[in-house]
């Protein structure tokens, strides 16, 4: 399967690197600008299609983990500025809410991000009006950070509150048909938190939003 | 034989992708770097290339139509006048599998799509930079 994919996106990242590297001649910074997006969010698809197949590797139990030292700051910026033409597009405010002296994390990086990019990405497309919030806190005693992604959005309702991190699967196929995806993005999220060592925890309130934590070890521990 | 030769030559590069879009995409970049470059379309194509051209280095894509990558590679260092030319297998299935199947087959990197045209092109600079110190070290 993961040839079907590769093959594809290594003429979207091929072309787009050799247009930047100004094969075909200069470009101005705008055009730059717009083909750096599109740089950026190609590898960002491809660092999704890797994770949808690392899935089967962690079901097989041979997921490799990379950690290192890193600041949730710098990749909360890395997000927003990836996400802000969805952000623009859904017209909604977005808060970033991290404690002064937050210590950095020892994790996987990538599959921090992953789990974060993910849970924003929901949290916009399912928040028609309103805010989507992401709030960092530490708790130094138990050591572990929590990451909490809270929108105002169309909330879950109890009954499908453990339905939205199954594979393929929303809280309904209304959902599906109303906005789209794959309904994958959760289960990985799950799947990722708990390689780490953590958890994802949900609030929600039908029809006022939802919160999505992500909680980790502070340091994470290689298994 | 063109050893020597291809020192002060413009490097001439064999690009085998059944896939236009991938393989034009390298040809072009290849070109621009200052390569020569020639192309196939499957691993019949690129044997029949490799033996009439002799190319310097081969860039190899492992799932083709006719012959697969490592057949052709196979044949290509069973064959007394092309076994010395360095082959370098890309492909799309990341798995250590394949790679071991392409070291088995003879390919002598390996590279996992996707592959920016610049590190495909730095991997051919380290390649033949190998290739030619092995020379002068009277290794073939």
């Given at each position: 399967m993961s040839h079907e994919f590769r093959t594809p996106l290594n003429a979207i990242l091929g072309y787009t690197s050799m247009l930047l590297g100004g094969v075909s001649g200069e470009m101005s910074a705008p055009q730059k600008q717009k083909l750096q997006r599109v740089d950026s969010n190609s590898r960002h698809l491809l660092s999704i299609i890797n994770d949808i197949l690392d899935i089967s590797r962690i079901e097989a139990g041979k997921m490799p983990l990379h950690f290192e030292e890193f600041e949730l700051r710098t990749l909360l910026n890395e997000l927003f500025a990836e996400l802000e033409p969805l952000i623009q597009k859904a017209r909604l405010q977005t808060l970033t809410e991290l404690l002064p002296g937050l210590p950095p994390l020892y994790s996987d990086r990538q599959k921090v991000k992953q789990i974060v990019l993910n849970l924003l990405t929901n949290a916009i497309k399912f928040t028609p009006q309103g805010c989507v919030k992401v709030r960092v806190r530490a708790d130094d005693e138990r050591r572990e950070m929590r990451i909490a992604v809270q929108d105002t959005g169309i909330g879950v309702a109890p009954q499908d509150r453990e339905k939205v991190?199954?594979?393929?699967?929303?809280?309904?196929n209304s959902v599906t048909r109303e906005?789209?995806?794959?309904?994958?993005g959760l289960a990985i999220c799950r799947r990722l938190a708990s390689m780490l060592g953590g958890r994802i925890e949900l609030e929600s309130q039908l029809g006022r939003g939802s919160i999505f934590t992500l909680v980790i070890p502070r340091r994470g521990k290689r298994r | 034989m063109s050893a020597t030769e291809t020192v002060s030559k413009k490097p001439l590069v064999l690009v085998v992708d059944d896939f236009a879009d991938n393989r034009e995409m390298y040809s072009e970049y290849l070109s621009f770097s200052g390569y020569e470059v020639i192309e196939a379309r499957n691993g019949k194509e690129a044997i029949d290339a490799a033996q009439t051209?002799?190319?310097?280095i081969i860039i190899m894509?492992?799932?083709?139509?006719?012959?697969d990558g490592w057949e052709a590679t196979r044949r290509l260092k069973a064959d007394e006048r092309t076994r010395r030319i360095p082959v370098v297998a890309l492909t799309g299935h990341a798995l250590a599998g394949h790679s071991k199947g392409a070291r088995e087959a003879g390919c002598d990197s390996f590279l996992a799509k996707p592959c920016l045209p610049d590190q495909l092109v730095a991997e051919i600079k380290r390649m033949l930079e190998t290739g030619k110190a092995n020379i002068a070290k009277g290794k073939r």
């Open positions: 991190f199954e594979d393929f699967r929303q809280a309904d906005y789209g995806g794959a309904g994958l | 051209r002799m190319p310097d894509d492992l799932s083709l139509p006719v012959m």
